[in-house]
Each structure stands twice: as C-alpha cells, then as structure tokens.
C-alpha cells in the first residue's frame, strides 16, 4: 500500500555520512560522425572533468550560456546520458549501481519545456503515474490516489486528471511537470530551466512553488539556468560552467558580491538594469563560443577574455579556493587579488 502524500520534510537521512550528490570528474563527449559509413570524425566536448557535490536540502545554481554543458550535466546525473568518464554518486553510492527503480523514487527532473514533455495524446493523470506504473508501485486505484493527492498539492484541481495537455496553460502544464516529479519522493529534483519558457508573471508563482515544496518535503534541487536573476532568488550556491569546464563555484551571496572571473562578470553585466541612467561597471562578454569540436587549449575562456595573457593560452587553470568556499578556475585572479599561492582542492 502506498503511503500518503507527505507535506513535512523527512529526517536528513545519512547527512553526517556526506553530500547527497557527489559529481567525481565527470566528462562526457559525444561522437560527430561524417561520410558515406558514417565513421566517427570528431567529438563534440560537452562536458570535461567536471567536479561539484550538493548538500543535502541545498539548491545549487547551475548557470552559463547554451552549450555549456550545463543540460548534459543534468542527464549524466540522471543516468539518461552514461558518462564518457568520471562517475556519479547518489548518497555515497554509485548511480551506476542503482536499479531503475531506485534511481527513480531518489532523482527526477523537471524538463525546460512543459508542453514537448508531456504525451500529447495520454491524459496528465496518466502521465504523473506512469513512472509508478513502470516501476510497478502500488496498485491501480493507490497509484490514482497518489497522483490526485500530489496534484492538489502542486496546485491543480484533482478533477483535472482526466484532461489533456493541450488543455492546460503553459504555467499548469509546468505544474504537471512538477507533479510528475514528486509523485515517487524522491530527494533530488534536476530543473533544467523549469521557467525559461513561460510568462514573467508565471514564473514567479513556479519559483515559489519550488521554494515551498522545498520545505515542505525536504527537496535538494540541482537549478539550470542561464537567468542570473532567478537563480539568484532560488539557489544558495551557485556554478559557473563555460564550454564544458566549471569557471567559477561560490556562494549566491559571495559571487553577486564579488565574481572573479572574467566570465561571471561578464553574465553579470548581462543583466538588465531597469534604470537607464544608471551605468554599468563591467563590459558585457564579447563574440561568439568557440567549437564544442575543437575547444581552445589552456584557458577556454582566453579567445574571448580581455584579460587573456600568454599563461592562459598555454596552461589550463585549475578551480581554486581563495576564501569563503569561493572556487575560481582564471590565472589573472592572483595577479589582481595581490595573493600567494591559495588552496586547490576541489569544491
């Protein structure tokens, strides 16, 4: 028998034994194939030896420009992708290791777009059960039960389950989306840019949304998204990816305070400022990403960077703390900080 819908977080389960998601040097390339036999000429260099753990109950922002690798990241997370090298944990146990339906009930996802989601032609109700189906958990009548109580609690009208998508706005089909990711409890949740596609006004009910479902059943979220602003509001660490590599890794707080790469505060100056008058500190980042293909050598940042000198064409910097759990991956940070050697680890 299915339990109910529980709205109080769960005890934090084993989280004097660690983090709950541990990403060990996590690299993934897929293969660019040309030619009558289709022979593999190339690879596309989405991620490379990327490293970061989660705490359990914290949100950690994901950010930077589409095709840095930050969606891929979600789904070798997920085990959607298999990983190219490096490996995932989950609770201090390998992803690999884990059946489907353990995999299941501990992450879910929460797709960018909440009408390509959804199967057109089957019933929402039917879609936020059908990964209890597959997993054989409960029985017909528990498993309608369980998807009425959590779509009451996503805000929807448990009468609504009999509808299709298309029958729903875009910002009650996200809640669709939502349901269908809570509806096997499970600890971790992957946003990849759950607010991107829709209205301003919708956004902020789905960002709140979060926020209280958050509290109210113990959630770590993994946030993608490349609007600083939302993940400002949502996240409480944030990283920094460009073309496949972790730039920068800090606190929200800390890094809208004082970003250090160039990049970060390039985004930053992305930002719109609502006041026309008021002048911005910092250039926007100029041109285009190189190729995923053929990434520059040492920094992969430097083609694009007004601070590149000959170090960062030559030699690949390596993320390093500077204080206040503040990780920077940019060989000009020393230069302008003033400072000795500090700590490299890993954040």
Excluded at 74 to 88: D, K
Excluded at 279 to 286: M, N, Y
Excluded at 299 to 306: D, G, I, V, W
Aim: net charge positive.
């Amino acid at each position: 028998m299915l339990p109910a819908v529980s709205r109080q977080a769960p005890p934090r389960r084993g989280a004097a034994n660690g983090p709950l998601l541990t990403v060990r040097h996590v690299t993934k390339h897929f293969p660019v194939r040309g030619g009558v036999l289709l022979r593999t000429i190339g690879h596309i260099h989405a991620v490379d030896d990327v490293s970061f753990e989660v705490e359990r109950g914290e949100n950690l922002g994901l950010v930077g420009e589409s095709g840095c690798g930050k969606t891929t990241i979600g789904r070798v997370i997920l085990r959607i992708y298999p990983p190219t090298a490096g490996a995932v944990f989950f609770d201090g146990r390998d992803i690999a290791s884990l059946s489907r339906r353990e995999l299941a009930t501990k992450m879910q996802i929460i797709f960018q777009d909440p009408y390509g989601s959804l199967n057109p032609r089957v019933t929402v109700g039917s879609s936020i059960g059908e990964s209890m189906e597959i997993n054989k958990i409960g029985t017909r009548q528990e498993r309608m039960d369980r998807v009425r109580a959590i779509m009451e609690v996503v805000g929807l009208y448990s009468q609504y389950a009999q509808r299709y998508p298309h029958e729903f706005s875009g910002g009650q089909r996200q809640r669709v989306g939502l349901a269908r990711a809570l509806v096997l409890h499970p600890e971790l949740i992957v946003c990849d840019e759950p607010v991107s596609a829709l209205d301003v006004s919708i956004q902020s009910q789905i960002l709140n949304l979060l926020k209280d479902l958050q509290g109210e059943f113990g959630l770590t979220y993994l946030f993608i998204s490349h609007n600083l602003a939302v993940v400002k509001y949502v996240c409480s660490r944030v990283a920094v990816m460009y073309l496949g590599k972790l730039a920068e890794v800090a606190g929200v707080d800390e890094l809208f305070r004082m970003p250090l790469h160039p990049y970060t505060q390039a985004l930053m100056a992305a930002i719109p400022v609502p006041d026309p008058r008021q002048r911005r500190d910092r250039d926007e980042v100029q041109g285009e990403p190189p190729s995923s293909t053929r990434p520059p050598s040492g920094c992969r940042f430097h083609t694009r960077c007004p601070l590149a000198q000959d170090v960062c064409r030559e030699a690949e910097p390596v993320l390093t703390n500077y204080g206040h759990d503040h990780w920077v991956a940019c060989h000009a940070v020393d230069q302008r900080l003033g400072r000795g050697t500090p700590s490299v680890s890993s954040p």
